[in-house]
């Protein structure tokens, strides 16, 4: 119910990777004041690694600025972010492309 009550107030975008009709990725984000947070990015397992992603963010990337969260844990996922210019403000935790 969030995301489609925020999907219809505009403050939630929703970005496809397709081929054929069929679904290979996608990227929401969500604009709160004049913030713009990574909300979601999702790869299908067996189109990882085959540049989708890295054109999904390519794109979103645009915007003056992202914000986003990610599991210190996450290293695939920190270095990922990394390679677009995000940066850890809270112990690779919290990041930020401006």
Not at 63 to 76: E, H
């Amino acid at each position: 119910m969030w995301d489609k009550k925020h999907y219809k107030t505009g403050k939630l975008s929703i970005f496809l990777a397709e081929r054929k009709k069929e679904i290979l990725g996608y990227v929401v984000l969500f604009r709160h004041n004049d913030k713009v947070w990574l909300y979601d990015i999702l790869i299908k397992k067996e189109h990882q690694n085959k540049g989708i992603g890295t054109a999904l963010m390519n794109y979103i990337c645009k915007n003056k600025k992202i914000l986003l969260t990610v599991n210190d844990k996450n290293k695939k996922g920190i270095g990922f972010f990394k390679r677009f210019g995000f940066k850890p403000l809270l112990k690779d935790v919290l990041m930020i492309k401006s």
